[in-house]
Protein backbone atom coordinates (compact mmCIF):
# COMPACT_ATOMS: atom_id res chain seq x y z
CA UNK A 1 0.00 0.00 0.00
CA UNK A 2 1.21 3.90 -0.57
CA UNK A 3 0.57 6.81 0.33
CA UNK A 4 -0.66 9.28 -2.52
CA UNK A 5 -0.21 12.57 -2.90
CA UNK A 6 -3.76 14.83 -2.44
CA UNK A 7 -4.66 16.83 -5.02
CA UNK A 8 -5.77 20.43 -3.85
CA UNK A 9 -8.51 22.45 -5.81
CA UNK A 10 -7.75 23.13 -9.13
CA UNK A 11 -6.31 19.92 -10.13
CA UNK A 12 -8.59 19.37 -13.32
CA UNK A 13 -9.61 16.07 -12.25
CA UNK A 14 -11.11 17.42 -9.48
CA UNK A 15 -13.46 19.46 -11.26
CA UNK A 16 -14.66 17.25 -14.20
CA UNK A 17 -17.04 14.11 -13.75
CA UNK A 18 -15.47 10.96 -13.11
CA UNK A 19 -15.11 7.88 -15.39
CA UNK A 20 -17.39 4.73 -14.23
CA UNK A 21 -15.10 1.61 -12.89
CA UNK A 22 -15.64 -1.41 -15.61
CA UNK A 23 -12.62 -3.32 -14.90
CA UNK A 24 -12.27 -4.69 -11.35
CA UNK A 25 -8.75 -6.10 -11.50
CA UNK A 26 -5.79 -6.07 -9.30
CA UNK A 27 -5.35 -2.15 -10.23
CA UNK A 28 -8.48 -1.72 -8.87
CA UNK A 29 -7.53 -3.42 -5.32
CA UNK A 30 -4.01 -1.60 -5.57
CA UNK A 31 -6.47 1.92 -5.97
CA UNK A 32 -8.71 0.70 -3.12
CA UNK A 33 -5.88 -0.04 -0.78
CA UNK A 34 -4.15 2.89 -1.64
CA UNK A 35 -6.78 4.82 -0.68
CA UNK A 36 -7.91 3.60 2.32
CA UNK A 37 -3.89 3.83 3.27
CA UNK A 38 -3.89 7.50 1.90
CA UNK A 39 -7.09 8.20 3.89
CA UNK A 40 -6.18 7.27 7.36
CA UNK A 41 -2.75 8.74 7.51
CA UNK A 42 -4.56 12.00 6.24
CA UNK A 43 -6.92 11.90 8.58
CA UNK A 44 -10.16 11.63 6.88
CA UNK A 45 -13.41 9.93 7.11
CA UNK A 46 -14.13 9.42 3.26
CA UNK A 47 -11.88 9.43 0.05
CA UNK A 48 -12.54 9.46 -3.74
CA UNK A 49 -10.04 8.70 -6.71
CA UNK A 50 -10.34 12.10 -7.88
CA UNK A 51 -8.34 13.55 -5.15
CA UNK A 52 -5.14 11.17 -5.29
CA UNK A 53 -5.53 11.99 -9.03
CA UNK A 54 -7.69 8.92 -10.55
CA UNK A 55 -10.72 10.19 -12.57
CA UNK A 56 -12.65 6.97 -11.38
CA UNK A 57 -15.80 6.67 -9.57
CA UNK A 58 -15.03 5.08 -6.53
CA UNK A 59 -14.76 6.31 -2.80
CA UNK A 60 -13.85 4.96 0.40
CA UNK A 61 -15.30 6.22 4.04
CA UNK A 62 -14.48 5.38 7.55
CA UNK A 63 -16.91 6.41 10.00
CA UNK A 64 -17.88 5.73 13.56
CA UNK A 65 -22.04 5.65 14.76
CA UNK A 66 -22.62 7.12 18.02
CA UNK A 67 -22.34 3.73 19.90
CA UNK A 68 -19.16 3.54 18.17
CA UNK A 69 -20.02 0.83 15.53
CA UNK A 70 -17.16 0.81 12.55
CA UNK A 71 -18.31 1.52 9.05
CA UNK A 72 -15.80 1.45 6.88
CA UNK A 73 -16.26 0.41 2.83
CA UNK A 74 -15.65 1.15 -0.50
CA UNK A 75 -18.13 1.83 -2.90
CA UNK A 76 -17.60 1.64 -6.34
CA UNK A 77 -20.20 3.61 -9.21
CA UNK A 78 -22.07 4.95 -6.94
CA UNK A 79 -26.07 5.94 -7.16
CA UNK A 80 -27.09 8.56 -4.42
CA UNK A 81 -30.84 9.53 -3.80
CA UNK A 82 -30.60 12.44 -1.60
CA UNK A 83 -33.27 13.21 1.18
CA UNK A 84 -34.96 17.19 1.07
CA UNK A 85 -32.35 19.87 2.09
CA UNK A 86 -34.14 22.57 4.55
CA UNK A 87 -34.23 25.59 3.24
CA UNK A 88 -32.41 27.78 6.00
CA UNK A 89 -28.90 28.86 6.18
CA UNK A 90 -26.14 25.82 7.60
CA UNK A 91 -25.44 26.01 11.11
CA UNK A 92 -22.31 27.33 11.85
CA UNK A 93 -21.33 24.88 14.84
CA UNK A 94 -23.28 21.87 13.78
CA UNK A 95 -22.99 21.62 9.79
CA UNK A 96 -19.02 22.82 9.70
CA UNK A 97 -17.65 20.81 6.39
CA UNK A 98 -13.60 20.11 5.28
CA UNK A 99 -11.86 18.28 2.20
CA UNK A 100 -8.67 16.84 1.69
CA UNK A 101 -8.62 19.02 -1.02
CA UNK A 102 -8.93 22.26 0.05
CA UNK A 103 -7.00 21.65 3.62
CA UNK A 104 -6.85 23.05 6.84
CA UNK A 105 -9.91 25.21 6.28
CA UNK A 106 -14.02 24.62 7.41
CA UNK A 107 -17.25 26.18 6.01
CA UNK A 108 -20.67 25.69 7.22
CA UNK A 109 -22.87 23.60 4.37
CA UNK A 110 -26.31 23.03 4.25
CA UNK A 111 -26.74 18.99 3.24
CA UNK A 112 -29.51 16.57 3.42
CA UNK A 113 -30.53 14.67 6.64
CA UNK A 114 -30.70 11.18 4.46
CA UNK A 115 -29.39 9.50 1.87
CA UNK A 116 -29.86 6.65 0.44
CA UNK A 117 -26.76 5.04 -1.59
CA UNK A 118 -25.75 2.15 -4.15
CA UNK A 119 -23.31 0.94 -5.88
CA UNK A 120 -21.06 -1.95 -5.78
CA UNK A 121 -17.71 -3.13 -3.85
CA UNK A 122 -14.64 -4.40 -4.86
CA UNK A 123 -15.85 -8.04 -5.41
CA UNK A 124 -18.72 -6.38 -7.83
CA UNK A 125 -21.53 -7.36 -4.66
CA UNK A 126 -24.30 -4.88 -4.34
CA UNK A 127 -23.88 -2.22 -1.44
CA UNK A 128 -26.82 -0.44 -0.23
CA UNK A 129 -26.50 1.97 3.00
CA UNK A 130 -29.65 4.35 3.94
CA UNK A 131 -27.62 6.93 5.86
CA UNK A 132 -28.47 10.16 8.12
CA UNK A 133 -26.71 13.03 9.57
CA UNK A 134 -23.01 12.83 9.52
CA UNK A 135 -22.80 9.44 7.93
CA UNK A 136 -25.24 10.80 5.07
CA UNK A 137 -23.17 14.17 4.73
CA UNK A 138 -19.93 12.19 4.18
CA UNK A 139 -21.31 10.10 1.33
CA UNK A 140 -23.29 13.56 -0.57
CA UNK A 141 -19.39 14.76 0.21
CA UNK A 142 -18.05 12.07 -1.62
CA UNK A 143 -20.42 11.85 -4.06
CA UNK A 144 -20.26 15.33 -5.25
CA UNK A 145 -16.39 14.92 -5.78
CA UNK A 146 -17.40 11.99 -8.20
CA UNK A 147 -18.97 14.33 -9.86
CA UNK A 148 -16.35 17.29 -10.07
CA UNK A 149 -17.67 19.15 -7.16
CA UNK A 150 -16.29 20.50 -4.21
CA UNK A 151 -18.30 21.17 -1.00
CA UNK A 152 -16.33 24.71 -1.23
CA UNK A 153 -18.47 25.34 -4.67
CA UNK A 154 -21.74 24.71 -2.62
CA UNK A 155 -21.32 27.11 -0.11
CA UNK A 156 -23.96 29.86 0.00
CA UNK A 157 -23.02 33.29 0.90
CA UNK A 158 -20.66 35.02 2.63
CA UNK A 159 -19.12 31.28 2.60
CA UNK A 160 -18.57 31.30 -0.93
CA UNK A 161 -16.75 34.65 -1.46
CA UNK A 162 -14.34 33.96 1.99
CA UNK A 163 -13.27 30.16 0.90
CA UNK A 164 -12.79 32.07 -2.93
CA UNK A 165 -10.15 34.43 -1.35
CA UNK A 166 -9.09 31.45 0.94
CA UNK A 167 -8.10 29.36 -2.72
CA UNK A 168 -6.78 32.65 -3.98
CA UNK A 169 -5.09 33.79 -0.94
CA UNK A 170 -3.14 30.07 -0.21
CA UNK A 171 -2.29 30.62 -4.19
CA UNK A 172 -4.48 27.15 -4.84
CA UNK A 173 -6.93 26.81 -7.96
CA UNK A 174 -4.31 25.79 -10.49
CA UNK A 175 -3.10 22.80 -11.44
CA UNK A 176 -0.06 20.59 -9.78
CA UNK A 177 -0.49 21.29 -6.59
CA UNK A 178 -0.77 18.70 -3.55
CA UNK A 179 0.23 17.75 -0.47
CA UNK A 180 1.04 14.40 1.03
CA UNK A 181 -0.53 12.60 4.40
CA UNK A 182 2.04 12.59 6.83
CA UNK A 183 4.84 14.59 5.17
CA UNK A 184 2.83 17.53 4.52
CA UNK A 185 1.63 19.29 7.90
CA UNK A 186 -1.87 20.09 6.31
CA UNK A 187 -5.14 18.79 7.29
CA UNK A 188 -8.79 18.80 5.94
Excluded at 3 to 17: A, D, K, M, N, Y
Amino acid sequence: MTIRPICITGEPVLHQRATEVTVFDDELRTLVADMYETMDKAPGVGLAAPQIGVGLRVFTYDYADDDGNERRGVIINPVLERGPIIDEPADEDTEIEGCLSVPGERFPLKRAEKVEITGLDLEQNPVHIEADGWFARIFQHEFDHLDGILYVDRLAEPWHEIATDVVEDNGWGKPGLSWLPGKDNLEG
